[in-house]
C-alpha cells in the first residue's frame, strides 16, 4: 500500500497487521537520534550494519520502523531487501511522547519475533530500558533492566548514556 502511494506524506509502520501512525518528532528526540547514529557507528565499526528509521521484516504482518536498527553486517547495505528479525541485533527506540506504544506493543512484537536485545531511550526519565532474552512464545523479554549510567552493545563495548542525550 505503502509503495501504491496510499500513505505519501504520512509517517506510519506496520505493526502485528495495524497500521499505526507515528508522531512528528520533536527537535530532541531527532536530537538523541543523531547522537546514537554516531556513538553507535564509532563503537560498532564495519562489525555491523546501522540503519535509521528504516523497515525492518519481523514476519508477514510486522514491518516497524525503529528509530536505529543494528544488523548482521551486509555488503549491500540491505539494498535487495530489509533486514529480517534473524539479522537484527539490537534495535533501539527513542520515545518521549510513544513511551508506552514503545514498551509495550513495540517489545512485545520484538520478542515476538527473536530480537535479541532493544534498548527503549527514555527521553521523559533520562534513562535506556533494555530489554534482552526474548521469550518468542510469550512475546516479552525476560530480562528488563533500566540503566542510568551505560549500556552494552552487541560487540561487547559500551555506550555512555552522557553521550547521547543532550542537556535539558
Same mark, same amino acid.
Given at each position: 500500500?505503502?509503495e501504491?502511494? %496510499? &500513505?505519501?506524506?504520512e509517517?506510519?509502520?506496520l %505493526?502485528?497487521?495495524v497500521i499505526?501512525?507515528?508522531? !512528528?518528532?520533536?527537535s530532541r528526540?531527532?536530537?538523541?537520534?543523531?547522537?546514537l547514529?554516531?556513538?553507535?557507528a564509532?563503537?560498532l565499526?564495519?562489525? &555491523?550494519?546501522? +540503519?535509521?528509521?528504516?523497515p525492518?521484516?519481523l514476519?508477514a504482518?510486522?514491518e !516497524?520502523?525503529?528509530d536505529l536498527?543494528?544488523?548482521r553486517? @551486509?555488503?549491500d547495505d540491505?539494498?535487495?531487501? #530489509? !533486514?529480517?528479525?534473524?539479522d537484527? +541485533?539490537?534495535?533501539?527506540?527513542?520515545?518521549?511522547?510513544? %513511551?508506552?506504544?514503545?514498551?509495550? @506493543?513495540?517489545?512485545?512484537?520484538?520478542?515476538?519475533?527473536?530480537?535479541p536485545?532493544?534498548? %527503549?531511550?527514555?527521553?521523559v526519565?533520562?534513562?535506556?530500558?533494555?530489554?534482552? @532474552?526474548? @521469550?518468542?512464545a510469550?512475546?516479552r523479554?525476560? +530480562? #528488563?533492566?533500566v540503566?542510568?549510567d551505560?549500556?552494552?552493545?552487541?560487540?561487547g563495548r559500551?555506550?555512555?548514556?552522557?553521550?547521547?542525550? !543532550?542537556?535539558?
Open positions: 500500500m505503502a501504491a502511494g %496510499l &500513505f505519501a506524506g509517517r506510519v509502520e %505493526l502485528d497487521g499505526v501512525s507515528m508522531s !512528528p518528532q520533536s528526540h531527532a536530537a538523541v537520534i543523531h547522537r547514529w554516531r556513538a553507535l564509532r563503537e565499526g564495519g562489525e &555491523f550494519t546501522l +540503519r535509521a528509521q528504516a525492518v521484516v514476519g504482518s510486522s !516497524p520502523e525503529p536498527a543494528v544488523c553486517a @551486509d555488503t540491505y539494498a535487495g531487501a #530489509h !533486514p529480517t528479525a534473524a537484527l +541485533r539490537l534495535v533501539v527506540e527513542v520515545a518521549d511522547s510513544s %513511551l508506552s506504544y514503545d514498551r509495550g @506493543d513495540k517489545s512485545r512484537s520484538y520478542a515476538a519475533a527473536g530480537v536485545a532493544y534498548w %527503549l531511550v527514555n527521553l526519565s533520562g534513562r535506556i530500558e533494555v530489554f534482552t @532474552d526474548p @521469550d518468542t510469550a512475546g523479554y525476560k +530480562r #528488563h533492566q540503566v542510568a551505560e549500556a552494552t552493545l552487541p560487540n559500551t555506550l555512555k548514556l552522557a553521550e547521547i542525550l !543532550p542537556p535539558r
